[in-house]
């Protein structure tokens, strides 16, 4: 999302959150509305015809500070259809975690 922002995956098996975004600069001190490191979520769809919702855990909207959203878009699998047709350019949302939590419908399947 920034230029010059070291990113690691998470370690395995870790729940809540797959990216760690951190400041290149050892020495750097984050300001008072800054963090030392960000947790990012990714939930990605292939799908063209996706119902564009994917699903976040009530336990896990305080794991994460962005949720990222790809709709990758190459091609439709509802019904019959098989993904040979319906590809388009991919999609990207970077949403935060207020938003998420604001959002959220946790009686939703």
Request: with cysteine; aromatic share 10%.
């Given at each position: 999302?920034?230029?010059?922002?070291?990113?690691?995956?998470?370690?395995?098996?870790?729940?809540?959150?797959?990216l760690?975004?951190?400041?290149?600069?050892?020495?750097?001190?984050?300001?008072?509305?800054?963090?030392?490191?960000?947790?990012v979520?990714?939930?990605?769809?292939?799908?063209?015809?996706?119902?564009?919702?994917?699903?976040?855990?009530?336990?896990?909207?305080?794991?994460?500070?962005?949720?990222?959203?790809?709709?990758?878009?190459?091609?439709?699998?509802?019904?019959?259809?098989?993904?040979?047709?319906?590809?388009?350019?991919?999609?990207?949302?970077?949403?935060?975690?207020?938003f998420?939590?604001?959002?959220?419908?946790?009686?939703?399947?």
């Amino acid at each position: 999302m920034r230029r010059n922002i070291l990113t690691y995956k998470a370690p395995p098996g870790n729940e809540g959150y797959d990216l760690v975004c951190l400041n290149p600069d050892a020495r750097h001190q984050p300001g008072p509305d800054e963090k030392a490191q960000i947790r990012v979520q990714v939930k990605s769809r292939y799908a063209s015809d996706c119902g564009r919702s994917f699903p976040v855990k009530d336990k896990s909207l305080d794991a994460f500070d962005y949720l990222v959203v790809p709709f990758l878009n190459i091609g439709n699998y509802n019904g019959k259809n098989d993904g040979s047709s319906g590809a388009r350019e991919p999609e990207f949302f970077t949403l935060p975690q207020a938003f998420i939590k604001e959002h959220h419908q946790s009686s939703s399947s």
